[in-house]
């Protein structure tokens, strides 16, 4: 069972720290960058973009993160690992934030610039972008310093696994 605590605790931690990372770099790179782009460059890099996010490492990362932190804090419910018990729960909760954030803020604004269609036969690109791209990025800055303070809970909660009793 001591592997098992370890191990989960140890890939929750890193997908959740992959799934901070991106978020992150949306942050401070990609919407930055974006933002300094014409209207049609921003709808159609971010009509891309969500298209190529939906696949098999992203959903390693951002639902791992979630079931691998519920794993580990299943796995630390014992006596010998409660230590750790407390960092693992506060990070799920604030896991959860991220992914509230995403279904109610982010996945929507998607899917509203999907339902644009093709950026050569938007007659208003301006418009589109407009009821886009400030709440998405306030939406993704919440999501960056959720999962990044998720992420920093996970990892001390390894610390404190790690310990021996004394």
């Known amino acids: 069972m001591g592997f098992l605590s370890t191990a989960s605790l140890f890939v929750a931690t890193?997908?959740?720290g992959l799934t901070a990372g991106l978020f992150a770099a949306f942050a401070y790179a990609v919407m930055p960058g974006l933002g300094r782009s014409d209207d049609r460059t921003l709808v159609l890099a971010m009509q891309r973009i969500n298209e190529s996010i939906l696949n098999g490492w992203f959903a390693v990362c951002f639902g791992g993160a979630l079931l691998f932190t519920?794993?580990?804090a299943a796995l630390h419910l014992g006596?010998?690992?409660?230590?750790?018990?407390?960092?693992?729960g506060a990070a799920l909760l604030v896991y959860l934030v991220v992914l509230g954030v995403t279904a109610v803020v982010n996945v929507p604004l998607n899917n509203t610039?999907?339902?644009a269609g093709d950026v050569d036969r938007v007659t208003d690109l301006?418009?589109?972008?407009q009821r886009f791209e400030t709440t998405w990025v306030r939406g993704n800055v919440v999501r960056a310093v959720?999962?990044?303070g998720a992420f920093g809970l996970l990892a001390w909660a390894l610390v404190e696994a790690g310990r021996l009793p004394g």
């Open 14 to 16: 890193l997908t959740t």
């Open 70 to 72: 519920l794993l580990a």
């Open 79 to 88: 006596a010998e690992r409660r230590s750790a018990l407390p960092w693992i």
């Open 113 to 115: 610039l999907a339902r």
């Open 126 to 129: 301006a418009a589109v972008r």
């Open 146 to 148: 959720a999962s990044t």
